[in-house]
């Protein structure tokens, strides 16, 4: 940022600059309608949103924050040892710390006001469950931790058969964290119980992430950027049938058998746990790759 660059928003600018109405860019991004104890509804950010406008740059706010696997890590900034991991309660209680001290604001908008009455008149129980989950929602943003690897003697080089090998393992990593990916994505669209037939769903898949290939392709680094934020994989790759319909067995519990033997898929509400678990999959590989 230059010097003549206006600063960036504070976090509690950027939360009253929403504004209620329109189409949310995607099911997770869409507002929550909550009940109010006197009997009144209030419209919330989604956690999704909260996380990225607030909670992030609050939590993050003199430390340097990292997502490792399903933990949180966190340091004070300029500290030169490794982050170590935060409890999500403790978390939640600094993000709820925060917001009870957000100001009466004449030019917020319906997001900010909603959320203010929410936090004092909101079902408590209800309310740490949101909080926490926009804590998740902040680890999910989060860049990944890459601890510092000490120099060690350049290894011998591999074999042909050797490369051929590590080729097909990151082609097998890069098809199984498309296919989570693009399933997480199908939840968030598809209306639970929505069902569908295997092989319309793997050819579904099949042409969307032939497409990311196509842009990774033409644009890596604008790919890059984009896969940072945890919505598409690092590299994508075309799965196979049978690994594809091996991540969907896991992610959708099954498939199962309809009329004349197909077998289906039913949508569930649970896009949430599978992000979770392609990030858990895909930095379990990760590990163990190194």
């Known amino acids: 940022m230059s010097e003549s660059d206006p600063p960036p928003p504070s976090p509690g600018d950027a939360l009253a ?13 869409a507002p929550l309608k909550r009940r109010m104890l006197a009997g009144y509804w209030v419209e919330i950010p989604a956690p999704r949103v909260l996380a990225r406008v607030f909670a992030g740059p609050v939590l993050a706010d003199g430390h340097d924050l990292y997502a490792d696997g399903g933990a949180i890590l966190r340091r004070r900034a300029g500290e ?9 309660g403790v978390l939640a209680d600094e993000l709820r710390a925060a917001l009870d001290v957000l100001p009466d604001r004449g030019d917020a908008g319906r997001p900010y006001v909603d959320l203010r009455k929410y936090l004092l008149d909101g079902d408590q129980a209800e309310l ?18 890459r601890p510092k690897v000490e120099r060690r003697e350049r290894p011998a080089p591999l074999t042909a058969t050797e490369r051929q090998r590590v080729s097909r393992e990151r082609r097998r990593a890069a098809e199984v964290e498309s296919a989570h990916v693009w399933l997480v994505i ?7 119980g929505e069902r569908i ?11 969307d992430i032939a497409g990311w290939v196509a842009d990774y392709q033409d644009d890596p680094e604008a790919w890059a950027e984009d896969a940072e934020d945890g919505d598409y994989p690092e590299v994508p790759a075309v799965p196979g049938p049978r690994t594809f319909y091996a991540v969907a067995d896991a992610a959708l519990g099954g498939r199962r058998v309809g009329t004349g033997n197909v077998r289906y898929y039913v949508a569930s509400a649970i896009a949430a746990a599978i992000h979770d678990q392609a990030d858990d999959t895909h ?8």
């Open 186 to 192: 199908w939840q968030a669209d598809a209306a639970p």
């Open 197 to 207: 037939a295997a092989p319309d769903l793997y050819d579904q898949a099949a042409a």
């Open 80 to 88: 030169a040892r490794d982050p170590g991991p935060e409890d999500f």
């Open 17 to 29: 600059a929403l504004r209620d109405g329109g189409r949310a860019p995607s099911r997770a991004d």
């Open 128 to 145: 740490t469950g949101y909080l926490r989950e926009t804590v998740r929602a902040v680890r999910v943003a989060a860049p990944r931790w």
């Open 283 to 290: 930095d379990q590989e990760g590990r163990e790759a190194a």
